[in-house]
Structure formats: structure tokens, C-alpha cells
């Protein structure tokens, strides 16, 4: 594709992106799933830096977003401090973590690497479920309720929190791409293409992982306060949940196609409104059903592409050219 | 070049077209608006790991909603309907918010009945109480009418009074029997429900000067137990407290049981309190008690109508959800509208005491400021011959309790 027109398809996406919300109720329902479209769309991009670039099969990501999470709220609920400033020191904490949890697992390949990372996201979990003093324990903690304004970071309406998931989207994308496109982003594929041969090539590539690990857990922690300031209520269940959050990115990634810059965005504009839908349509008739149809859904649409959603709608672009 | 062009074109716009119609999808709106009708949301955790509690506790409601329509609906309404929304919240708060907001957006509810779970009950309240949409629950953990908010009501006593209850009428009970309890044993899963009525528990003991010789938390869905049975053990304890859902209670009372610890077990409502907990430990079932909300043998002319439809006892949970229900119904009659304004202070002003109020203790439901029914008092129920009788307090209860020390 010519640039010129690859910018102007990106300028007319970005259009219509921020022509959205204006044709819907903004205190609805509509503008709220739209919202966790974006955010997820953003957590999945971060995970993608590492499961993506770097074949990293992150199972833990989880655990950096409740950092961040539980960073910016405690700080708020313990010493006032708004979420803007909270964010900073949530994602240094999340950078922190992904760099400790990095040494070791980044030596670990394939499933090694995800279950240690599965693990990691599971033990802080449980440390925050037992820090009650800290993080309030198994019963939550919730951001109390202020006057709504930017300050703080708190809207009585959807549709700013709509604005600010999409520029958190769009940031994290740019990231994303701006690593791609970097030698950071050279290393981590020739890592994924051939670790060994890398290696021989002069790659650094533990250091090069863990790069890309700080990174990724520092977007998801600053992630995880745009979902405390969402929410407003959250618990360690919640923000570190392995099938909500963990497996949920990884998925979104792994269902819009690992590795690009659209993937994610692609898996999240598919996941999140079709397990609304089966929920909305399914939650009434036999109870659990709309699990099952959405678990099924997703078993289908990774049987017929696994490589996802992208090369789907690339397949379905050859087999119409042909005939 | 040009085909090259054109394919990336076409992908995109296939794409697209995929995207608009998978995005557009759930959101046509889904007004089932019936003139003549009061639609009513209903959020429970359908599947997942509650998914037997939010069955029982549908049930409860669509019985209670069932009979009001069949006795003519809302009269001051003109005989409108009750008609349910329901939905699920699975096991996450996320989606739990997700589904309030879709039932306030889409199905103009006038309230909102759920969500068993507290977790998901408060991750609700936040969506009703900025939209001023009652939020009537039987969840009971303390923070539910302990922030203030105007458009929650809560049918059931708090978790840290019913974690005192739990040890105060135990305390009765084995004075009753001639025993003056010394030592007790706390165990109870690590999650909201099981820390704050811990809590509870604590305080009582402390409060009447009884040492807590073992007092362990344990990860939910824990499968081996044996460490926690043989610290039970040697600590002494003339009576144990265990707080847990249905698996860790079967496997609690069995290795108990099996290892011939015949001391008192006083159970923590939830998994001490269903039907499941004697048929999945037979006779090792006969004697324990609990703490529990209400119960069914309080008012057997009205759950009789629930055994009869679903075929096993009216459990608490759906008992109480019922109630949510008809106290939902008579705010609504005395406000003669669905306003949310009228109908908040209709739900704040009344007392309640027609339909399924009569089966809660205090024979009504009244609320206070905080939206928490002043009225109820927890119950202690034992199992006989797998049923569960309410044997304390002494005013109320059907049967003297069997305390074995």
C-alpha cells in the first residue's frame, strides 16, 4: 500500500473514531462497551509488544495491571494525590515488576515462559488479597466519589472517558509502532524468528526481552488506573484476574492477529461487542449460555485462521479476487 | 502494483464492513416496552463459579414476579406487569457494570434486582447511584450501606452483625445446653465474604472474653484440608467456626467427621445452607449448624409455592431475592409511579409487610437512612434429616437446638 494512502486510511479511521460518540447517548451503554473496546484494544497493544515482537507468550500480564491499578488508588485514597500524578509512579512500579519478573523467566522459552508468567501474575494476587492493611484486602477498594472534572479524573458522562481511552489507544499504538520500526523492534524479530541465530549475530537477546518487558508492563500498569478511574471499584479477583485480564489480552492479540500494529485493535473491535451480544442475548434463556456460545464463537473463528482475524479478512480478500 | 492496491483496499473494507455490523449488533436497541408493564433488571452471576447461587436466587425472583402479575400486577399502576430483565453478570465485576448500564440505557428498568455476589453488587451500585436507579440486594458485606449511598437497599442484616450473631447465638445455645464455651476455632476462605465475617466473629468472641485458639485463612477452592483439620485438632477448640462456599464445606465437615472430631461445627451461611451441602455429606450433614439470613420453615405457606415449582427447599438466597422483589412491588404501588425520585422515597419511607416480607424475621422490611433493613435479624439454623430447622433465637425458632460438646 502507497503511504500517502495508508496515512489517509489511518486520517479517515481517526475521523470516524472521533465522530462516534457523538451519534450516541453519552451516558449509555454504547459509549461504555466503546470504551472497553479502546481500553482492552490498549492493553492488548502493550501485551503485543512482548507476546507479539518478542514471541513472549505472556500469560501474566495481569499482574502489572493491577499494579498500576491499585498504585494510583491507593495513592489517592491515602494521601489525595490525583491519578494524573498517581499514574507515574503506577507505571515506574509496573516497569519495575516486568524488569524483577524478567531476570529470570526471559531465559525460559515457550510454555516455560508462559506458565512462569502465569504464576507471577496469580502471586500478586494473592499478595494483595493478604496486604490488607495496603490494598484493603479481598473486600476492594473503591475511588471515592468527588466531584466529577479532568482533574481528577472522574466523569459523570462516558464520553470523556471515551476520549481518554482513545488517546491512551492511540499512544500505546505509536509506541508499539515506533518499536517495530526501530532496531529494538529488528532485534526482538530476529529473536522470534531464530533465538540461537540471533544470538550469533551479535543480539543481546535477554537484555533485548527485557526491554521490551518494561515497556510492555509499564503501558499496562498506566492502563490499569485509566480502568481503577472507569470502574471506580475494583478488587484483587478483578484487576488481577488470569481469564479476565491475562488470558483476555492475550487473546485479543492472539484473535486479531499477533504481532501487527492493527491486530489488537481488530481483536477488540471483534471480542468485546460479541460477548456483549451473547450475553444480551443469551443471558435470559439457560443460565450460562452465553458463555458457551461466546467460548464456542471464539474456538471457530481460531480453528478456521490462526493466525487470526487479519488474515481472515486477507483470505476472504484472495478468494473474491479469484473468482 | 494496482492489484496490490486494490487487495489492501478491499481487506480493509471487508473488514470494516465485519467490524460495523459486529459493533452495531448489540446495540439496536432491544425495547420491549410494553405499554401496561414495569420493567424490572435483574443481574445475577448465571454461570461461572456462583452460578448455582444466581440460579436459586432467579428462581426466587421470577416466583415472587409471577405472583404479583397473577394477582393483577401494579393496581395503582392500573394492573401493570412485572416484567423481568434479566442478565447475566458472570463471576466479573466488568461485565457486571457492562449489563446495569445496557438495562438502564436499553430496557428503561425502573430498578435493579442482584447481584448475590458483593464484589459485583458494589461494582453495580456505583453505575445506580450516578444514575439514581434503586438497587435493592440481599449481598451483605459492610461496605454495601456503609458509603453513603441514597439508591441502595440492602433486605439483610449486615456481614459483621451476622459474624457476631454467628458467635453470640452459638454462645447462647451451648449456655442453653450447659456448656460455657472457652476456646473456639475460626476458619474461613480468603475472599470478602469470608474476611469480613471473620471479622465479625472476632469481635463477638472477644467482646465475651472466649480465646480464638486457631483463627486461619485459607485460599478459596482449597483442595487439601488436612493441614487445617490436624491444627484444629490439637488447638483445643470446643467448637468451630468454618466460613465457605459449598466445596470447601463438604470437604471441611467430611475430614472432620471422618477423623472423628465430633465438636460442634457452626457454619458461616453460604455453602452450610443449601440443599447440595446434605446431599454431598449424608448423615455427616445431621447436626451442623449455621449462621443464616432466614429460612424457609419461617413461613412455610409461602415457600411451599417454591419447593412445589423447583423441586427443592426455598434456599435463602432466593427467599431473600424474593423479597427484593415484592418489596420492589409495594414501593412501587405506594408511589403510584416509577419515577426514580417518588419510587426512592417510597422504598426510604415505608414498612413493609405484605407478600414475601412476612417470611423475613421481624415479619417485614423497613429501611434506614443507609438503605439497610433495620428489621432483620440473623437466624441459627441445624440440619435434621436433611432439612434445615431454625432453632435460634428462642422466639422464633421451630425446633430446641442439639448441642453435642
Known sequence: MKPALKYALIALALAVAVAVPFGLE??????????????????????NIVGGLANQMSLGHAAFFGIGAYGSTILLVKYGISPWLGLLPGMAAGGVAAWLISLPTMRLRGHYFALATLAFGEVMRLVANTWGGLTGGPSGISVPFSKP?????????????????????????????????????????????????????????????????????????????FYAQFQFFFDPDTVFSIPAISVRVAMIAIVGGVGTTIGPIVGALFLIP????????????????????FGLLLIVVILAEPRGLLEIGRRLWRWRGRT | ?????????????????????????????????????????????????????????????????????????????????????????????????????????????????????????????????????????????????????????QVVAKASVIGKAQFDDTLAIAAASGQKLERIAIMYEDTAYGTSQAGGLRTGAKNAGVQVVMDEAYPL?????????????????????????????????????????????????????????????????????SINLSNYDLAPNLTKAFSDRFGYFMVHEALEHAVCMSVLAQAIENAKSTEPDKLRAALHAGKFTNGWCAAMTGGAVQFDSTGLNTLSVPVMVQWRNNELVTVWPADVAKAKPVWKS
Open chain 1, 26 to 47: 453519552p451516558r449509555g451503554y454504547a459509549t461504555r462497551i466503546l470504551c472497553l473496546v479502546l481500553l482492552f484494544a490498549a492493553m492488548a497493544q502493550a501485551w
Open chain 1, 149 to 225: 472534572g479532568l482533574a481528577v479524573f472522574q466523569f459523570k458522562d462516558m464520553r470523556p472517558y471515551y476520549f481518554l481511552m482513545l488517546a491512551a489507544l492511540l499512544v500505546v499504538t505509536a509506541i508499539f509502532a515506533g518499536i517495530r520500526h526501530s532496531k529494538l523492534g529488528y532485534r526482538l524479530r530476529a529473536i522470534r524468528e531464530n533465538p540461537s541465530a540471533a544470538e550469533a549475530i551479535g543480539v543481546d537477546t535477554t537484555r533485548t526481552k527485557i526491554i521490551a518487558a518494561v515497556v510492555s508492563g509499564a503501558l499496562m500498569a498506566g492502563l490499569g488506573t
Open chain 1, 274 to 293: 460479541i460477548e456483549e451480544l451473547a450475553n444480551q442475548t443469551f443471558s435470559d434463556q439457560a443460565a450460562g449460555l452465553s458463555q458457551l456460545v
Open chain 2, 1 to 153: 502494483m494496482t492489484t496490490q492496491r486494490k487487495a489492501g483496499l478491499g481487506r480493509r473494507s471487508t473488514l470494516k464492513l465485519g467490524v460495523a455490523g459486529a459493533l452495531a449488533a448489540p446495540f439496536l436497541s432491544q425495547r420491549a416496552h410494553a405499554a401496561g408493564s414495569v420493567n424490572v433488571g435483574v443481574i445475577l452471576p448465571l454461570s461461572g463459579a456462583n452460578a448455582q447461587f444466581g440460579i436459586n436466587a432467579r428462581n426466587g425472583i421470577q416466583l415472587a414476579a409471577d405472583q404479583i402479575n397473577a394477582a393483577g400486577g401494579i393496581k395503582s399502576l392500573g394492573g401493570a406487569k412485572i416484567n423481568l430483565i434479566v442478565a447475566d453478570s458472570t463471576s466479573t465485576p466488568t461485565t457486571a457494570v457492562n449489563v446495569a448500564q445496557r438495562l438502564l440505557t436499553q430496557n428503561d428498568v425502573v430498578a435493579i434486582l442482584g447481584a448475590f455476589v458483593s464484589t459485583l453488587t458494589i461494582a453495580i451500585s456505583e453505575v445506580t447511584e450516578r444514575r439514581g436507579i434503586p438497587l435493592l440486594t440481599m449481598s451483605f458485606a459492610d461496605q454495601i450501606t456503609g458509603r453513603g449511598f441514597e439508591n441502595i437497599f
Open chain 2, 221 to 289: 477452592g482449597i483442595t487439601d484440608i488436612t493441614p487445617l483439620i490436624n491444627k484444629l485438632r490439637s488447638s483445643g477448640a470446643q467448637a468451630v467456626f468454618p466460613v465457605s462456599y459449598l466445596n470447601d464445606s463438604l470437604l471441611i465437615i467430611r475430614a472432620m467427621r471422618q477423623q472423628g472430631i465430633t465438636i460442634p461445627a457452626i457454619g458461616g451461611a453460604a455453602g452450610y445452607v443449601i440443599p447440595d451441602f446434605a446431599k454431598g455429606l449424608g448423615e455427616y450433614a445431621e447436626g451442623v449448624l
